[in-house]
T-cell receptor, first 117, second 112 residues
Framework: GAVVSQHPSRVICKSGTSVKIECRSLDFQATTMFWYRQFPKKSLMLMATSNEGSKATYEQGVEKDKFLINHASLTLSTLTVTSAHPEDSSFYIC?????????????FGSGTRLTVV | GENVEQHPSTLSVQEGDSAVIKCTYSDSASNYFPWYKQELGKRPQLIIDIRSNVGEKKDQRIAVTLNKTAKHFSLHITETQPEDSAVYFCAAISSGTYKYIFGTGTRLKVLA
């Protein structure tokens, strides 16, 4: 089945630094990747939609200069949290889909727990 | 845009009993409705899905029903087991896109 790898699984960083999270589709070409944020005991909030070779589309209220998304290839999308602050601490999770073969089913990455101290 | 509401937020059932979680959606053009199970600190796992051209789908102890007219769909788990304890999310596809709009989640506890 489709597999999406996400790294790192956990990261602790100092306030003001930047953190990069990678999301890779291992056995399929991900035409579209999605980045979600999840607060403790809350639902998944869509942050942005990432299409290979084009600029990401951000959801309302998500700062695109704060959360930089790059989808450089059909198998890799990255989310960089720039100048991180404690309020950016959260669980970030990506999902990927191959629109040409999909039946709408997502494959989720394993998630990244970011803690900003 | 699409809006998905999910109820209840928490649900406790005795082992062996049934559990039902309900979701309503707003966009009548939505045509795909997956259900995910998420254990603490882990990724959501797809457990069942249904398309708008089907009214019901079943997979062993899990079933999903869809009422397009009323714009709601439900997850039914029968003969619940302790390992069914998790958070369950419903979702609907925002029409014209592949974006999922998730419900707020239901924390299911199966009591042994």
């Amino acid at each position: 089945g489709a597999v999406v790898s996400q790294h790192p699984s956990r990261v602790i960083c100092k306030s003001g630094t930047s953190v990069k999270i990678e999301c890779r589709s291992l056995d399929f070409q991900a035409t579209t990747m999605f980045w979600y944020r999840q607060f403790p005991k809350k639902s998944l909030m869509l942050m942005a939609t990432s299409n290979e070779g084009s600029k990401a589309t951000y959801e309302q209220g998500v700062e695109k200069d704060k959360f930089l998304i790059n989808h450089a290839s059909l198998t890799l999308s990255t989310l960089t949290v720039t100048s991180a602050h404690p309020e950016d601490s959260s669980f970030y999770i990506c999902s990927a889909i191959d629109e040409y073969f999909s039946n709408y089913g997502y494959t989720f990455g394993s998630g990244t727990r970011l803690t900003v101290v | 845009g699409e809006n998905v509401e999910q109820h209840p937020s928490t649900l406790s059932v005795q082992e062996g009993d049934s559990a039902v979680i309900k979701c309503t959606y707003s966009d009548s053009a939505s045509n795909y409705f997956p259900w995910y199970k998420q254990e603490l600190g882990k990724r959501p796992q797809l457990i069942i899905d249904i398309r708008s051209n089907v009214g019901e789908k079943k997979d062993q102890r899990i079933a999903v029903t869809l009422n397009k007219t009323a714009k709601h769909f439900s997850l039914h788990i029968t003969e619940t087991q302790p390992e069914d304890s998790a958070v369950y999310f419903c979702a609907a596809i925002s029409s014209g896109t592949y974006k999922y709009i998730f419900g707020t989640g239901t924390r299911l506890k199966v009591l042994a």
